[in-house]
T-cell receptor, first 115, second 108 residues
Framework: DSGVTQTPKHLITATGQRVTLRCSPRSGDLSVYWYQQSLDQGLQFLIH???????AKGNILERFSAQQFPDLHSELNLSSLELGDSALYFC??????????????FGSGTRLTVV | GQNIDQPTEMTATEGAIVQINCTYQ??????LFWYQQHAGEAPTFLSYNVLDGLEEKGRFSSFLSRSKGYSYLLLKELQMKDSASYLCAVIRPDKLIFGTGTRLQVFP
């Protein structure tokens, strides 16, 4: 157990629907990052939150949004789902985005399948 | 802009040594990570380099040259369980940017 918890582990939904993915960071970590990994592709950075505030955005679609709550857990909302949104969605956390010597810790991911 | 390049695939024999290279061009650099990822699983942290030189951790070593925008991961005494993807990731002040990863297959 990495200490980063993601739910649900698997999600199957239809095109056009909306889903929410949840991430609880490792205890003490203030930063949460979301990544998308499509089949046989690299990890694509979506968005970074630090202590409740958005810090950086990657190639995140307008149909996607995220937030980090006062208890530091984060949610990634995906709407108007398309077949191409099927992917593994990972959350990672770190204490501070500037210090990296212990790595960013990843959750086990949510596998989203859009049918 | 940013660009991180790694070979797509490599193969090696059990017990051998393999070197996986990574070249990068990014604006902002706070260090570099190497991660291992088995198919369908979360990436797991292997190593961190922020200064030039070699960092050794058991069977794994990682090297960084900041002036050349170059890093490599060296895996010694390869085992079958080392078959996985190896991801190079550059630490920027605001995010972690990954290369596309190198899929390593270890054969008996």
């Amino acid at each position: 157990d990495s200490g980063v918890t993601q739910t649900p582990k698997h999600l199957i939904t239809a095109t056009g629907q909306r889903v929410t993915l949840r991430c609880s960071p490792r205890s003490g970590d203030l930063s949460v990052y979301w990544y998308q990994q499509s089949l046989d592709q690299g990890l694509q950075f979506l968005i970074h939150y630090y202590n409740g505030e958005e810090r950086a955005k990657g190639n995140i679609l307008e149909r996607f949004s995220a937030q980090q709550f006062p208890d530091l857990h984060s949610e990634l909302n995906l709407s108007s789902l398309e077949l191409g949104d099927s992917a593994l969605y990972f959350c990672a956390s770190s204490v501070d985005p500037r210090t990296g010597n212990d790595g960013y810790t990843f959750g086990s991911g949510t596998r989203l399948t859009v049918v | 802009g940013q660009n991180i390049d790694q070979p797509t695939e490599m193969t090696a024999t059990e017990g051998a040594i393999v070197q996986i290279n990574c070249t990068y061009q990014t604006s902002g650099f706070n260090g570099l990570f190497w991660y291992q990822q088995h198919a369908g699983e979360a990436p797991t942290f292997l190593s961190y380099n922020v200064l030039d030189g070699l960092e050794e951790k058991g069977r794994f070593s990682s090297f960084l040259s900041r002036s050349k925008g170059y890093s490599y991961l060296l895996l010694k005494e390869l085992q079958m369980k080392d078959s996985a993807s190896y991801l190079c990731a550059v630490i920027r002040p605001d995010k972690l940017i990954f290369g596309t990863g190198t899929r390593l297959q270890v054969f008996p």
